[in-house]
């Protein structure tokens, strides 16, 4: 029988962007995990569509809100980003041996709710006449992806508590200008994805803490040095504390987030 462990390549594999969160949603958290199966890295992670044409952050071209074209290509960038969430959540557990097997549960339960984000949108954009590709994107976080893809407590370290973090402290603002443009839906839409990510982040402050409690590390100290070492984005302000403090950051890193 095959593992939940390798079953996750299957959708990670996928080139189609719909096919990826429809075989995500499919997969099934009753399979046998094999938690100390050191599975060989297959060619093609991530498997990505032709489209969008991913660019340098920099490159991207901003478009005025104030036309559906602009809403469209922000919804779209969100899209991405979730497609890329499915993408990160499915890696973590393929690629990292030696875990208990509720880590791994909890990474496909976050890859399935990550691909729900992402048919939400689609559809959305597609509602609008639009659809996942017709704009360009970035490649920013599956690069991070790919630069800790050695050691499990970098990858838990820098993408949720990172990158999917700043997503926490992003959603007001970008759902403040989707509704003041009059979309409505959109902002229902990120009520949901602000909801879900809250647990996302929340699942890799509880790992990151296990990994590190493991290893015999401080969680802040560390962090601080994983920051340096990988070159992870820096986090400016606004932070969204509300919303950190229900993902399970405690006081003395808000502050040192905030110093």
């Known amino acids: 029988m095959q593992s939940l462990r390798t079953a996750a390549l ?42 969008p044409e991913l660019v340098g952050h920099t490159q991207l071209k901003h478009h005025s809100l104030r036309l559906p074209e602009g809403r469209a290509a922000l919804i779209h960038s969100i899209a991405h980003i979730e497609l890329n969430a499915i993408d ?31 048919t939400l949108l689609r559809n959305h954009l597609v509602e609008m006449g639009f659809d996942y590709g017709a704009f360009q994107a970035h490649n920013a976080l599956w690069e991070m992806a790919e630069r800790t893809k050695g050691d499990i407590l970098a990858r838990i370290a820098l993408v949720p508590r990172t990158l999917e973090a700043r997503g926490l402290d992003a959603s007001p603002a970008v759902k403040r200008k989707l509704v003041g443009a009059g979309d409505i839906r ?8 602000l909801r879900d990510e809250i647990g996302h982040v929340a699942a890799g402050n509880r790992w990151y803490r296990w990994v590190c409690e493991q290893r015999g590390l401080d969680p802040i100290a560390t962090y601080a040095e994983l920051v340096k070492t990988y070159d992870a984005p820096k986090l400016r302000a606004p932070f969204n504390m509300e919303a950190r403090r229900a993902a399970g950051f405690d006081e003395a890193e808000l502050l040192a987030l905030q110093s």
Request: without cysteine; charged residues 20%; negative net charge.
């Open 88 to 118: 990160l959540a499915l890696d973590i557990v393929w690629r990292f041996p030696g875990m208990p097997e509720s880590f791994y549960r909890d990474w496909v339960r976050i890859a399935q709710e990550e691909a729900q984000h992402f």
């Open 186 to 193: 959109a902002g229902e839409i990120l009520d949901v994805i």
């Open 10 to 51: 299957t959708p990670l594999l996928a080139t189609n962007a719909v096919q990826k969160a429809s075989i995500t949603l499919g997969l099934s958290l009753d399979l046998p995990i094999d938690t100390d199966n050191v599975i060989a890295a297959p060619v093609g992670i991530p498997g990505r569509p032709t489209r």
